[in-house]
């Protein structure tokens, strides 16, 4: 089992930057591929963002590409999504997901675990 744990969220004026951890707890998170994914208010979630168990390999949603950078440090268990130049239309609760097959996939299905979500709001 795999515990995840989304801390950042917030408030955030158009333009700004908001950085987002989730902190895992249980299974080897190092040996991990991490996700963020989005759902905003009356839509379906969306991914956001994957990174390998080494950081070597990362994957964006075009809509993110050159404004979000998705890192984590596996000495504190944890995977961080910088969040710039914001837009209102990047509002969501953001969700941290965790899955072992090794690939950096945009497919929430192929998630295993799940956070509780953290909400960012970006005003105009």
């Known amino acids: 089992q795999v515990q995840l744990v989304e801390s950042g969220g917030g408030l955030a004026q158009a333009g700004g930057s908001v950085r987002l951890s989730c902190v895992a707890s249980?299974?080897?998170?190092?040996?991990?591929?991490m996700g963020w994914f989005r759902q905003a208010p009356g839509k379906q979630r969306e991914f956001v963002a994957a990174?390998?168990?080494?950081?070597?390999?990362?994957n964006y949603a075009d809509s993110v590409k050159g404004r979000f950078t998705i890192s984590r440090d596996n000495a504190k268990n944890t995977v961080y999504l910088q969040m710039n130049s914001l837009k209102p239309e990047d509002t969501a609760v953001y969700y941290c997901?965790?899955?072992?097959?090794?690939?950096?996939?945009?497919?929430?299905?192929?998630?295993?675990?799940w956070g509780q979500g953290t909400q960012v709001t970006v005003s105009s």
């Open positions: 997901a965790a899955n072992f097959w090794g690939r950096t996939t945009a497919t929430g299905s192929e998630y295993d675990y």
């Open positions: 249980g299974r080897t998170f190092s040996r991990s591929v």
């Open positions: 990174i390998s168990w080494n950081g070597a390999n990362t």
